[in-house]
Every structure is written in C-alpha cells, then in structure tokens.
C-alpha cells in the first residue's frame, strides 16, 4: 500500500459528492490552488460514510475545492497514517486539522 492518496481529484460539488458509495473511509480536501487543506474520515458513525461527510464538507466550504478519497475499513489507522505522512512532508498539519489534532507518532515516508 502506498502511503500517500494518489487518486484524482474530484470538484466538490453535489453531483460529485452524490456519486461517491457510502462506504467507510478516508478524504482529503484541497483549496483552488491544490493546498491540502483538511484530511479526514468518515467512520462507523457517520450516517453515509464518505458522501455524507463530504457532502458535510461541500455545504460547510461551498465551490472552489476539490476532494479525493479511499475506501478503507481501517479508516482510523489510516487517518493517523495520512496526517503523519502529511506532517513528515510539510512540517505541520493542513490547516482545518491544526484546531484539534490527535496525538500522532512520527513517520519518515520515503
């Protein structure tokens, strides 16, 4: 498995959110420019999984980003692992997961 979310980006809009499963998994959000700005995960308790949250997502930001996602049962492990991967690369947090980290070990990705 790949440590960094390879995927393509998707606009995130209505008609991109609706077409996305409800499945358990994990996200990431970019800006216009393609900033990582909030990594995050739709887990047991999410009523939809991945489309309710970024649905939740689209109607807290509004236009102008743009989301990828996995799908994946171990969602929890593999949010820490992003978020680190993330930290490892840039020296901090994206910003919308700066407020409320959870406490993270250390990873040095190649």
Same mark, same amino acid.
């Given at each position: 498995?790949?440590?960094? #979310? ?7 809009? $209505? &008609? ?9 998994? @994990?996200? /990431? ?20 999984? #991945? ?7 689209? $109607? &807290? ?9 996995? @799908?994946? /049962? ?20 994206? #910003? ?15």
């Amino acid at each position: 498995m790949r440590l960094r #979310l390879n995927k393509p980006w998707r606009s995130l809009d $209505a &008609a991109e959110t609706a077409r996305v499963q409800g499945q358990l998994g @994990v996200y /990431q959000i970019a800006d216009a420019s393609g900033t990582i700005v909030m990594i995050g995960e739709a887990g047991a308790r999410t009523t939809f999984g #991945l489309r309710s949250e970024l649905q939740r997502e689209l $109607a &807290a930001r509004g236009p102008g980003f743009s989301f990828r996602f996995e @799908v994946n /049962q171990q969602y929890r492990t593999r949010w820490f692992e992003m978020l680190m991967v993330h930290q490892a690369d840039h020296g901090e947090l994206p #910003l919308d997961n700066r407020a409320n980290p959870p406490k993270l070990g250390r990873l040095s990705p190649a």
